[in-house]
């Protein structure tokens, strides 16, 4: 019960959730992204729906309604409070399935023994196994996809708003803020295999929780992502590999810029945020001198991998607790051109992870990674990466220094104030 206490006590202090009463305090469907607080707070910071008139609030309790309140009154200001969770998945997977799609079909036609690993199946005809497949994705595509509107506040009432099964996609827009709500990840209904993809193939999905794609000036703040009923544990195999039905928790993409993720919890996930989609010329010429974007004060736990995964961006990322569990990956995916600042964050692993795999090396970067923690103790996560993986060497040095920091936490400190504090239902 000390300890509870102790923690309650601690969320009330930096989380912001503890404002004095009276006329000056801002409800929280009203407040803004603080100045400094990272790359959100850039240029014209991030308002959201903050200075919505009466007419532009809505409180929603169901995905159509949601919807239309997405879609009212276009790019005004506008604040919508979600209630309760929210279902997204639509009644069920056969309800997307166009007339003639047959997974036995879909497996018997593409199985390796049939189908052989030398071709993708991006080319079958419209009416093939694969095209019906298409159909039938798309289909799900327009019904779980939500798309935000510029100048937006959404904001989960209570400790237990949120979605299941829903892809927020904030694209193309600008001044955007997301707070205090869980999204249970979408499952993809119909992914799509790939004989190419490795020699063995895979399984692709869609859907990522929220997408940014191409926007700028949005706030993630107190959200909690994770898997919920489906996690990767309870996915079937077929041809070999699993029956990959899930996609990342939050993708930054398409020269997304100046963005604040504050406080949230992702967790139990596999590939779980992508900064920068490709290493392309074309997708280069989109993001280069684009994705700015700040983590801070949160909680990554029993992921796999990408925490971030970066190309391109300037990256600054201090102040967060990772927890690792058998099955990790890497946590810091070294990119493209990539800028990371990682410092004062704190890792929590098992004796079976070593340090050394924190950082995994794609391409060749800079980065700066300083006074981080690895079970208690400081560690310098490259000199122990270069150590453990000698040929994949990790030079020291990014290109920048970040300056949109608020208040920086001592590094030892983090596990407790970001384990008590973040994530959705702390918020008031």
């Known amino acids: 019960m000390m300890a509870l206490v102790g923690c309650t006590a601690l969320v009330l202090a930096v989380t912001g959730t503890a404002q004095a009463a009276g006329p000056h305090r801002v409800a929280l469907d009203r407040q803004a992204l603080a100045a400094n607080d990272g790359w959100g707070a850039a240029t014209t910071g991030t308002t959201g729906g903050s200075a919505a008139d009466a007419a532009h609030v809505y409180t929603v309790t169901t995905w159509d309604g949601f919807k239309a309140a997405l879609a009212d009154g276009g790019s005004a200001p506008k604040i919508i409070r979600v209630e309760g969770t929210i279902d997204a998945d639509g009644p069920s997977c056969d309800s997307f399935a166009v007339p003639g799609y047959d997974f036995d079909a879909y497996l018997a036609t593409y199985s390796p023994e049939t189908w052989g690993h030398s071709t993708n199946l991006d080319n079958e005809p419209d009416d093939s196994p694969e095209g019906l497949r298409r159909a039938s994705q798309a289909a799900q595509d327009a019904y779980i996809k939500a798309y935000v509107p510029a100048n937006t506040t959404i904001v989960g009432i209570g400790k237990d708003a949120g979605f299941k099964g829903a892809s927020l996609q904030i694209k193309a827009v600008d001044n955007v803020i997301v707070r205090n709500l869980g999204f249970e990840s979408p499952l993809d209904c119909f992914p799509q295999w790939d004989p190419t993809d490795t020699a063995a193939g895979n399984w692709n999905s869609e859907y990522d929780s929220a997408v ?75 993001d280069r001198g684009h994705l700015k974007v700040t983590f801070h004060h949160n909680l990554f736990s029993n992921l796999v991998e990408r925490a971030p995964r970066v190309r391109f961006g300037q990256v600054d990322s201090y102040n967060n607790h990772f927890v690792a569990e058998d099955g990790y990956g890497y946590s810091y995916g070294i990119g493209i051109e990539s800028q990371l600042v990682a410092e004062h964050n704190a890792f929590t692993l098992p004796d079976t992870v070593k340090a050394g795999s924190i950082l995994k090396k794609w391409n060749e970067s800079t980065l700066t990674a300083d006074d981080n923690y690895v079970n208690g103790e400081v560690t ?12 994949e060497t990790l030079t020291a040095g990014s290109t920048w220094t970040p300056t949109l920091r608020t208040k920086v936490d001592p590094a030892p400190a983090v596990p407790r104030i970001v384990d008590c504090g973040a994530g959705a239902g702390h918020l008031r």
């Open 212 to 286: 940014i794609y191409g926007a700028t000036h949005v706030w993630m703040d107190h959200n909690t992502f994770t898997d919920g009923d489906h996690p990767d544990s309870t996915l079937p195999y077929y041809f070999g590999r699993i029956y990959e039905q899930h996609d990342g928790e939050l993708d930054i993409v398409k020269g997304a810029d100046y963005v604040t993720a504050s406080w949230n919890v992702f967790a139990d996930h596999d590939k779980t945020i992508l900064i920068g989609n490709s290493d392309s010329a074309s997708t280069a010429a989109v």
């Open 380 to 391: 310098d996560l490259i000199a122990v990466h270069n150590a453990q993986i000698p040929a």
